[in-house]
C-alpha cells in the first residue's frame, strides 16, 4: 500500500478540547501543501469515537504512521487534552494503555509493522518515558513488529518555518535562527538546550 498517514485523537470528537481544531485532517496538509512534493501527505483524523476499523489494513501496514496527541510531560503516563495556562496542569488525562487499547480497537492487527509515533512533548524523556510505557503496552498485546517512537523536548503542534516556529514560542529568540540554511520549508521543530532542530532529529525509538 502507498504511504499512509493518520493522526489518532484520544479523546472523543466533542471532548478533545484544544484537538478538535488543533489537528484538523486539512491543517497539516494545507501546511505542507507549499513544499517540496516529497513532503507532501494526506493525513486522515482518527478519534477516540471513530467508528468501525479504520486501522484494519490488508496487509501488514508497513507504509503506515500512526501519529497519537496530546499534550505530553517528562516520565508522564498519560497525555492531556488542554494545558491550563495559569497553573501550567494538563486537563482530561488519556492514559498510555487506554491509548493503546483504542488504537488497537480500531483494528490494529498484531502484525502490524509501520510507525506509530507519541508525536508529545517529552514523550521519549524520562526515567519510563510515556513513549515506551506505550510501546511496551503495545508488545505486551504481541505487537512485536511494529517501530515506536517518541520525541525529546517540547514538539510543535504545527508544520511552520523555522522563523515563525521561533516567533510562536515563549523565547522568540531569533538567534535560534543560526545555522538553519534553509528558512523557508515548513517542518515540525523542537528547541533541545537552546538548539532549533527538526523534530525528526529529536525522535528516539523504543
Known amino acids: 500500500m502507498p504511504k499512509t498517514y493518520f493522526m489518532y485523537i484520544p ?3 466533542l471532548a478533545a478540547g484544544e484537538y478538535k481544531y488543533k489537528d484538523t485532517k486539512t491543517l497539516w496538509q494545507n501546511q505542507l501543501a507549499g513544499g517540496p512534493e516529497e513532503h507532501r ?4 483524523i482518527v478519534y477516540k469515537d471513530t467508528t ?5 489494513f490488508i496487509d501488514d501496514g508497513n507504509e503506515v504512521t500512526i501519529y497519537v496527541r496530546g499534550h505530553g510531560s517528562v516520565g508522564g503516563g498519560e497525555v492531556h487534552k488542554q494545558i491550563d495556562r495559569a497553573t501550567g496542569f494538563g486537563i482530561g488525562p488519556a492514559e498510555a494503555k487506554d491509548i493503546v487499547s483504542g488504537i488497537i480497537s480500531k483494528g490494529l492487527k498484531e502484525n502490524f509493522s509501520g510507525k506509530i509515533k507519541f ?11 510515556f513513549a515506551a510505557q506505550c510501546a511496551s503496552f503495545f508488545r505486551k498485546k504481541s505487537f512485536n513488529n511494529a517501530q515506536f ?6 514538539v510543535s503542534g504545527f508544520y511552520q518555518t523555522p522563523g515563525d516556529y521561533v516567533n510562536s514560542t515563549k523565547q ?6 543560526e545555522g538553519i540554511e534553509d528558512r523557508q520549508s515548513v517542518h515540525k521543530w523542537v528547541i ?15
Open 11 to 13: 479523546w472523543g470528537k
Open 119 to 129: 508525536y508529545n512533548c517529552h514523550s521519549a524523556e524520562g526515567e519510563l518515558s
Open 192 to 206: 533541545i538546550q537552546g538548539t532549533l532542530v527538526r523534530a525528526s532529529k529529536a525522535r528516539s525509538q523504543f
Open 41 to 44: 501527505k494526506q493525513f486522515s
Open 52 to 56: 468501525g476499523t479504520p486501522f484494519k
Open 149 to 154: 517512537f517518541g520525541y525529546t523536548g517540547e
Open 172 to 177: 522568540r529568540d531569533q538567534n535560534l535562527l
